[in-house]
């Protein structure tokens, strides 16, 4: 079946403008997550929704950043004034089952902020 | 501050030999372990998840899990050019299951 699917795939942007980032998660999978990895770093935690809902927000970077779901499935992540260092790759991963922890990630949307 | 560790590499190995890749996690209620390996500008795939002591296989590649010690490894037997790739290990809490990654470790089999 389909996979994860996020758009675009690349996006550059000038700094202080706003993206729009969105991922379109396996269909029936209820927990979504997003991450950033940035050059050489690992693979960092952003937010994680269950259904419609985010209640583990803790790894959004700051309040330039949020994120929204709606109707269980299509997920956008909003960065806004966006800055130098917010060039990274941003993946979206999905679950079928939160407690199991097993994850399936997107191609991802590369982030290009000049 | 949870972390999970893994040797900074890089790691080569000759074609057919077996590879050893480890990691360690520092929160001790971490209930499941994966790991992904990632190709050079693509994304993170699953290859083996673990959620007991012991050893778990699938083709060629075998999770180890030590619970005890905080210590889980990937063994990749008779390694093959295309296993060349970042390998990246997982841990999950299960508290809303967000996955602590390991920065990776790159793998580079010699033909």
């Known amino acids: 079946g389909a996979g994860v699917s996020q758009s675009p795939s690349n996006k550059v942007t000038e700094k202080g403008k706003d993206v729009e980032l969105r991922c379109d998660p396996i269909?029936?999978?209820?927990?979504l997550y997003w991450y950033r990895q940035s050059l050489g770093q690992g693979l960092e935690f952003l937010i994680y929704?269950?259904?419609?809902?985010?209640?583990?927000k803790s790894g959004l970077p700051s309040d330039r950043f949020s994120a929204e779901r709606t109707g269980g499935s299509v997920s956008t992540l909003t960065i806004q004034r966006t800055q130098q260092e917010d060039s990274a790759v941003y993946l979206c991963?999905?679950?079928?089952?939160?407690?199991?922890?097993?994850?399936?990630f997107g191609p991802g949307t590369r982030l290009l902020v000049l | 501050q949870k972390e999970v560790e893994q040797n900074s590499g890089p790691l080569s190995v000759p074609e057919g030999a077996i590879a050893s890749l480890n990691c360690t996690y520092s929160?001790?209620?971490?209930?499941?372990f994966f790991w992904y390996r990632q190709y050079s500008g693509k994304s993170p795939e699953l290859i083996m998840s673990?959620?007991?002591?012991g050893d778990k296989e699938d083709g060629r590649f075998t999770a180890q899990l030590n619970k005890a010690s905080q210590y889980v490894s990937l063994l990749i037997r008779d390694s093959q050019p295309s296993d060349s790739a970042t390998y990246l290990c997982?841990?999950?809490?299960?508290?809303?299951?967000?996955?602590?990654f390991g920065k990776g470790i790159t793998l580079s089999v010699r033909p």
């Open positions: 929160d001790r209620v971490s209930q499941s």
């Open positions: 991963a999905s679950s079928p089952n939160p407690n199991s922890g097993t994850q399936y």
């Open positions: 269909s029936g999978h209820t927990a």
């Open positions: 997982a841990v999950n809490t299960g508290a809303n299951s967000k996955l602590t």
């Open positions: 929704f269950q259904g419609n809902s985010a209640p583990d």
């Open positions: 673990i959620y007991s002591n």
